[in-house]
């Protein structure tokens, strides 16, 4: 119950607000409706969040059970200076402060929800979320799922208002992803440190015209 806590649009951390470079997609042309929203949503899963987050995601929730403190650092670094544009970075930055505090008025007195709060420049958001979900009780892979699934609900949500699609369109997504999502996952469980990479760089690119793009309903 705790894990599908975390895993709610709801949890108080700001991860609706951002569209993460779908807004600049529809912009652009490149998404337009239902179909092309979802092969939106698989291809940045499987190229992005599979290659990136969910790999580091399970190395933090390791870390954290060890309590292998200078790993947590070395991951949180790793996950800060790879993101490709300055709105990911604020994304990653803000969702983790968000999340520290939240975790700190659960567990006041745990030495590694301090730590978490002392990382520099700020947590990041798998990084925090890996400690959340120790403190749930959660088995690696059903962090992973959670996780996915919660950036996948963020992304339906930010379709249907971007595109704009309806609910059941984005319902049909979200039964479309639960597949991939689970073989991201599968991937992700198996991935190595020197195997983990952040490479998307149209993404990146829509990412930054979205900076300073002239209409936005999503941050940056």
Known sequence: M???WLASPALPVGGFSYSEGLEAAVE?????????ADAWLRDQLALGLGRADLPLLAHAHAAWLASDLQRVET????????????????QAEQMGRSLHDWLRQRAPDDPRVAFLGQLRPAPTWPVA????ACHAGAPARETLWA???????????????AVPLGQSAGQRMLDQAIDAIVSAVDTALATPDAERQAF????AILSAQHEAQYSRLFRS
């Open 28 to 36: 652009a042309g490149l998404v337009r409706d239902e179909a092309s």
């Open 129 to 132: 979320f890996a400690l959340a």
């Open 200 to 203: 998307t760089p149209m993404l």
């Open 75 to 90: 991951l949180n670094d790793w996950l800060r200076t790879t993101r490709e544009s300055s709105e990911f970075r604020q």
């Open 147 to 161: 996780y996915a699934f919660g950036w996948a609900e963020n992304i339906v949500q930010a379709a249907l208002k």
């Open 2 to 4: 705790r894990l599908m």
